[in-house]
Each structure stands twice: as C-alpha cells, then as structure tokens.
C-alpha cells in the first residue's frame, strides 16, 4: 500500500472540513475522489501535501507515518501536487516555472534528461519555452503545471480540478496526459469536478460528502451505481 489515510479530521478555525476521512492508494494506481463543492476533496490532497494539519487521524507514504511532516519534505519523499487554479509563475517563462519545479533534484545532469522528457511529452512547451507563463492558453498552463510536477520525480502526483475552466477537447487531452504519466509508473490521486472523466481512466474511486467517504469502489461500478450517476454523472446512465 502507497497511502494510507486514516480517520483524518480537518478544521479551518470552527468548521469541521475533514470529518474522520479515511481511503487508501496501492501502488501503481490512479484514485479519483468525486463530490459536490465543498465536500472535502481539496482539503484531502492539502493535508497529504502537509498544506493543513489533521487534529486527529494519521497518513501514511509507504509505510511511513508523514502526518506531522513539513511541506518541503514530503515533496522530496515523492509526493507532489498539481494545485487547483494551475498557480504557475505568470511573470516567469515556461522554463523557469519548470525549473522552481525541480528544485528538490540536487543531479544536474537529471535534470538536464528531465527538461528532454517534459519537452518530449509536451512538444507545445518546448515551442513556448522562453514564453512568460501568463501569457499562455489555459491548456497550456495546466500542461506546465503538471509538468512543473514531474520535474520533481512523484511517485504519488496529487491532480486537483486538472480539467478546470478547459474545452472539451483539451480536457480530453490533460486526461490522456494523466493516463501517460501514469503508465511509466507514477501513481496518481485525481480530485475531479468532472466525474464522468476522471472514473473513466481511475482504477478505484471514492465519493466524499460533508468531509467523509460515502461510498467507495472501483471506478467502473462507481459510473454504474445509480446514487452516483444520480448527483455526479447528470442523472444519464
């Protein structure tokens, strides 16, 4: 097992925002968490990241207990997120935004090969390198944003709201792109407005409401199941 959550709860002063949420991640797999606005999954992938503290509950990365660990540590463990809204460096170009994403990576030369690959996987960035990163599309930036990812070396790449405020056929691009990533061995936990999308590519899935886990189970009984169909998939089966 990669992850392990266990009976996490979560404030922001009073409010209860993570109310005993437990789920875990076995190696190798994407995860999708799905709900309504509000129900929590942002505040999950902050907590993993170290971003929001748990007054109860524990974490696990691969065995090892990270619930109290700092931010910058956890990163250089292998856990990397892709935040909601992109938050790349507009006033920076392509190139520098992927350099900040490397700054846990002491080997030069790795990161010289890591440059190659991104460019590889993201022919547009290569063409847009020395652009400022405001100045790209919307795709665009959400492509740099998880390739600014990558250059950090996740084994766990947490993706929040990847297709956010994206066309169609771009959207359909990012999660070829999340597939990709994910078959040279990162492992993946996707919180996803889209429901439909991201159950279609997860190996499990989890549906989080006011904070919990309602119901959980793999992704493609989930798209079958007619309470999730009913409040996540439009009611069309």
């Known amino acids: 097992m990669m992850l392990q959550v266990e009976n996490i709860h979560v404030y922001y002063g009073a409010i209860n925002a993570l109310r005993g949420l437990s789920f875990h991640l076995e190696e190798g797999e994407i995860v999708a968490l799905i709900g309504a606005n509000g129900a929590g999954k942002s505040s999950t992938l902050k907590t993993i990241s170290g971003l929001l503290r748990p007054r109860v509950g524990e974490i696990h990365f691969q065995g090892e207990n990270i619930t109290e660990t700092p931010p910058a540590e956890i990163v250089r463990k292998g856990i990397v997120q892709v935040p909601e809204g992109r938050r790349i460096f507009p006033k920076m170009t392509v190139w520098e935004n992927l350099e900040i994403g490397a700054y846990t990576v002491e080997d030069k030369e790795q990161t010289a090969r890591d440059y ?18 405001g100045t790209l599309s919307g795709g665009e930036q959400q492509m740099l944003a998880i390739a600014r990812g990558l250059m950090a070396h996740p084994r766990l790449l947490l993706l929040d709201e990847p297709s956010m405020g994206l066309a169609p056929l771009l959207v359909e691009q990012i999660f070829e792109i999340i597939q ?41 009984k989930l798209l079958e199941n007619p309470k999730v169909i009913n409040a996540y998939l439009g009611g069309e089966h």
Request: hydrophobic share 40%; charged share 25%.
């Open 116 to 133: 190659e690959d991104i460019f590889t996987r993201f022919p547009r960035l290569k063409e847009r390198r020395n652009q400022l990163g």
């Open 180 to 220: 990709d990533i994910n078959s040279q061995g990162t492992s993946i936990l996707l919180v996803e407005q889209n429901a439909q999308m991201a159950l279609s590519i997860a190996d499990r899935g989890y549906v989080l409401e006011t904070g919990a886990v309602t119901i959980e189970d793999e992704a493609l």
